[in-house]
């Protein structure tokens, strides 16, 4: 056998492991959730999966809006993440913005914080701005907090288990879970969904609902 | 790295000037920021139980970056980025902030907070009450 017949086959012998090479193995998955769907990523979740970075508005809640299989992961409502798979940690802090990083992320922490509140007191105002706060209070450098808030709450109950229907104008908008009342699960697409009419919930499901 | 962090710390802070504007008693203010960061709390705690998560504070969280994102690039940069100040409460240098280190700024803080490392915060981790 010459030299460049054995170089030839180590190559294809190569070629032929690739697919099972650590290297070749996805460690870490973004995954996205388009139109509402529950889509379905490809991923080794014998160890486990973490959910790494959140890019999504909707929420990204596991075992509601993702969650893993043996195939892989799944992901629904509008949900888009990037996951580790196995121990593998992807790198999210060694850029050479950190300290803006970290100077936004405590302002935003702040904000969230105070949309919070904001949000409970939209709701149980029936959607009315209320401004009392800003009196009081101004959360510098975000002080205009009130936008990050969702534009209208809705609760929507399963009682007994029952399917319950509630009907609201949904077109064009985007539904998310912003509090739950129930213990019972509400997992999207099991539990709870949404469309042009309203919202749904069985299974004991009750929760605060957000429009955008 | 940002230092470690009290949320009633953020509060306070994010409310000192105004508080100053309007001569309310100190006592008085302190109630309200604590009653402000209180009702914060229970808005957040997404499930009720007394606990706000990693998971229910980065969702908090996520959404404002979210509004701040304009172009929807999953960066802050440019005209999207606030004024803000850093850690120490110097005027921060605007940048290009990814939603990767976003956060993992917000992990750092998050953590920061947990004293009793299990996960979550409790509303005494999260007044900053605890040492």
């Known amino acids: 056998m010459n030299p460049t017949h054995t170089n030839r086959l180590a190559l294809v012998a190569l070629l032929a492991l690739a697919p099972f090479a650590p290297e070749a193995i996805a460690r870490s998955v973004v995954c996205e959730s388009q139109n509402g769907q529950t889509q379905h990523c490809y991923a080794d979740t014998r160890n486990g999966v973490t959910l790494a970075v959140q890019y999504s508005h909707s929420s990204c809640r596991q075992g509601q809006t993702w969650g893993t299989d043996n195939r892989g992961i799944w992901v629904s409502n509008g949900c888009r993440a990037q996951f580790d798979v196995g121990e593998y940690r992807s790198d999210r802090g060694s850029n050479n913005d950190s300290k803006a990083a970290a100077a936004l992320a405590i302002g935003l922490i702040g904000a969230a914080a105070i949309a919070s509140h904001h949000d409970r007191d939209r709701s149980r105002d029936n959607d009315r701005y209320d401004d009392r706060y800003n009196d009081r209070y101004t959360y510098q450098p975000y002080n205009d907090y009130g936008r990050y808030g969702p534009a209208q709450t809705i609760t929507c109950e399963s009682q007994d288990g029952r399917h319950n229907y509630c009907r609201y104008n949904l077109r064009g908008a985007r539904v998310d879970i912003d509090r739950q009342l129930s213990r019972s699960p509400c997992r999207y697409g099991n539990d709870w969904g949404w469309d042009g009419g309203g919202i749904w919930v069985e299974h004991g499901c009750r929760a605060v609902f957000s429009v955008h | ?131």
């Open chain 2, 1 to 131: 790295m940002p230092s470690p962090i009290s949320f009633s710390l953020l509060l306070r802070t994010a409310g000192l000037a105004c508080l100053v504007a309007v001569a309310v008693p100190v006592a008085a203010a302190d109630a309200a920021l604590t009653s402000a960061a209180d009702d914060a709390f229970k808005a957040a705690d997404f499930d009720g139980d007394g606990k706000v998560t990693w998971e229910e504070f980065r969702n908090r969280v996520v959404r404002v970056f979210g509004h701040l994102d304009a172009n929807g690039d999953g960066r802050i940069a440019g005209q999207e980025h606030p004024a803000a100040v850093d850690a120490e409460g110097k005027p921060a240098q605007p940048g290009n902030v990814s939603a990767e280190s976003f956060t993992g700024a917000v992990e750092e803080a998050f953590k920061a907070s947990d004293k009793d490392g299990d996960g979550a915060l409790s509303l005494a981790e999260w007044s900053g009450t605890t040492n």
